[in-house]
């Protein structure tokens, strides 16, 4: 069945520091991957998505991914966090049995340490 | 354009009674979702809808209703209401684009609690 899993569940970072959230899929053909940001309150907004082509993404907000077919993963990345990044992050994969729908992970809280 | 909205914004329900959730969207998507948020569980697809008067059953679709008589609104129903379905509702929408799996837009939550 298809699944996707974020190992962390709270990743702490510094202002400034690099990050890498991770996401591991499991899927039976080529995926079609998606990260999305939700800040605290608010619905859920599209950060990246890969479909195919290109295995680094770049997305809004400085922030990029990358798939790596061998390892079944689409680690999130930026270089340098802002405070204003502090959310919760899902990683999802699709399509689902048609009809576009999308499994999701369950989700990496970020806290950014000033 | 308001994207996708959801109405109404916070719910709390007696154990038993009902309640129907609106969701509207102005981009014009044939698709659409209900989705429920439990902590530590992230987001669980209730059911969604292919297109206006289609429904169909996602992953946890039991004890809700749902309804799509016009393209760009689907209603969720709760029958009888139930603390297990205390959550926060997110509605979302997509097209089809073209064959392949597009962005799905997110209304701003529901969150409902039910005592």
Known sequence: AQSVTQPDIHIT?????????????????????????????????????????????????????????????????????????AAEYFCAVGP???????????GTRLTINP | NAGVTQTPKFRVLKTGQSMTLLCAQDMNHEYMYWYRQDPGMGLRLIHYSVGEGTTAKGEVPDGYNVSRLKKQNFLLGLESAAPSQTSVYFCASSSPGGGYTDTQYFGPGTRLTVL
């Open chain 1, 96 to 106: 689902i049995q048609g009809a576009q729908k999308l499994v999701f992970g369950q």
């Open chain 1, 13 to 85: 970072v510094s202002e400034g520091a690099s990050l890498e959230l991770r996401c591991n899929y499991s899927y039976g053909a080529t995926p079609y991957l998606f990260w999305y940001v939700q800040s605290p309150g608010q619905g859920l907004q599209l950060l990246l998505k890969y479909f195919s082509g290109d295995t680094l993404v770049q997305g809004i907000k400085g922030f990029e991914a990358e798939f790596k077919r061998s390892q079944s993963s689409f680690n999130l990345r930026k270089p340098s966090v802002h405070w204003s990044d």
